[in-house]
Structure formats: C-alpha cells, structure tokens
C-alpha cells in the first residue's frame, strides 16, 4: 500500500503525463474515482497530525515540503533517463538545472517557514485552516496545473 500512495504522490508531482498513468504503468489499470479517494483520504491522515478535521500553517508547511521533495525527486529521475539517451543537448541539461534550482529555492522557502502565500491560497474560505475538502481540491488542482512542469 504504502508503494502505490508514493507511486500516486510522485504522478502527482510529474513523474508520469498524468498521475493515472503512473498508477497503470505500477498497477496495469487506470486509476478510478474511488482509487483517487481512498489515496486523498490517505495522504489527509498523514497531514492532519492532530486530527482536528483542518491543517494549521505548520501542518500545511509539511503538506509543502513533501510536495517539494516529491518535485526535486521527479526532476532526478527525469535526469537520469535524459543521461541515459545518446545524445544530450547542453539546453536540455540546463533546462533541468534550472527547474531543480527552481525547486530547491521554494524548499528553502518552506522549510524556512515561509509558507503563508500558498496557505492563503489553499484556505479557500480565509477561516485560517484548510479543511479536508480545500486539501482534495488542492491535490486535484495539483494533478491538471503539474503537467506544466512536465
């Protein structure tokens, strides 16, 4: 179980077109609505450490630095299949450095406790916690906005 909630979490972050088609490509079969859930379901019991229904700002900085080692693990791996071709342009090496820098400065950020810009955004409501509902959303946001990175 806990392999298929980090292959789910490292779709999630880019390491696949979508995070359904990492589950298929670990699993052989597309992952349902159901599926999604019970993952969703899974990744709030790791998040929501007091279980109190909603994420403070210091459980939405860890919900930020898991997103951010997933991102930094996914832009590795890319590279290591990049090194792995023939030919490798000097453009294609930096466009990688340049997004593992990316990432590794909102890490700083976040590890840093700078977090509140993407708090507010995740607190849909502004009653100052993000609620179960706020938390699925963001992470079916995360799944359409990531194929940016890709």
Known sequence: YQR???GFWLGLMGCATSAEDDYAEHYGKTMTKDEQDELFQH?????????????????CQRVLITF???????????YEKLMLRESVSQLDIDAYEEQRSQARKMMERW???ETSREFKSADVDGDGKISKEE??????DALEIREYWD
Do not use: M, P, Y
């Not at 990744?43 to 459980?59: H, I, P, R, T, V």
């Not at 951010?68 to 890319?78: P, S, W």
């Not at 938390?135 to 079916?140: D, N, P, R, V």
């Open 68 to 78: 951010g080692k997933a991102r930094i693990t996914v832009l590795d791996r890319k």
């Open 43 to 59: 990744a709030w019991e790791q998040f929501d450490l007091d279980k109190n229904g909603s994420l403070d700002q210091k459980e």
């Open 111 to 113: 590890e840093g406790g």
């Open 4 to 6: 298929r909630v980090r």
């Open 135 to 140: 938390f699925c959303h963001l992470c079916k």
